[in-house]
């Protein structure tokens, strides 16, 4: 299992359900999809920072659409904490 940083994301387009379109991070750029799978099946742990914290990256399902989505575990910062990340370069 490796574990990896994201610092950077690419906002969705039309997509109503989900925000953000792909991660990445030193080295490494991939699709929320793959992402998603490496999370759920243990392969790879994702986390990223949060007012100088390190957060886990977890997934968690929509209540509504019951379609897998990315955040950061519960630590007291908002749950917006890859949103507020910057867009990864092209």
């Known amino acids: 299992m490796a574990d990896y940083q994201v610092t950077c994301i690419k906002r969705d387009g039309a997509d109503a359900d989900r925000r953000i379109d792909r991660l990445g991070g030193p080295g490494w750029n991939d699709s929320i999809d793959n992402v998603i799978r490496f ?16 957060v886990w990256v977890i997934v968690k399902q929509h209540p509504t659409s019951r379609r897998d989505y990315l955040t950061t575990e519960g630590d007291g910062f908002p749950p917006n904490n890859l949103l507020s990340l910057p867009d990864c370069p092209r």
């Open 39 to 54: 999370i759920k099946d243990g392969s790879h742990r994702f986390w990223t920072t949060a007012q100088g914290r390190s």
